[in-house]
């Protein structure tokens, strides 16, 4: 089971480190995505990593702004998110894969957490 945490109400501008832990499975050897969403319409992708060699892939919106990485020893992925914009503003969900994958598409993830609501002020 997946948990993400670290959201908040944060300034344009500011900074958050979303987390995601996981109870009953590895992450050293998951894949794990991050994801958001805002009322009304579909989950997007944010960013991924690679269980193996740990590639990473980001959206386009969120390169040079947000970094994903993992800690195996504490079994956690984290997104780093710096210059934060109201339009970042969503509920994050993280998600895991057994696959080898960096996939931006919902369907390629199958364990999904719950999400952790992000609000940027302008």
């Known amino acids: 089971q997946l948990q993400a945490s670290g959201g908040g109400l944060v300034q344009a501008g500011g900074s958050l480190r979303l987390s995601c832990t996981a109870s009953?499975?590895?992450?050293?050897?998951?894949?794990v995505g991050w994801f958001r969403q805002t009322p009304g319409k579909e989950r997007t992708f944010v960013a991924a990593i690679r269980w193996r060699n740990s590639l990473r892939n980001y959206a386009d919106s969120v390169k040079g702004r947000f970094t994903i990485s993992r800690d195996n020893a504490k079994n956690a992925a984290y997104l780093e998110m710096n210059d934060l914009k109201p339009e970042d503003t969503a509920v994050y969900y993280c998600?895991?894969?057994?696959?080898?994958?960096?996939?931006?598409?919902?369907?390629?993830?199958?364990?999904w957490g719950q999400g952790t609501q992000v609000t940027v002020s302008s």
């Open positions: 009953g499975r590895t992450l050293s050897r998951s894949s």
């Open positions: 998600a895991a894969s057994a696959m080898s994958t960096v996939s931006p598409m919902t369907y390629a993830w199958r364990s």
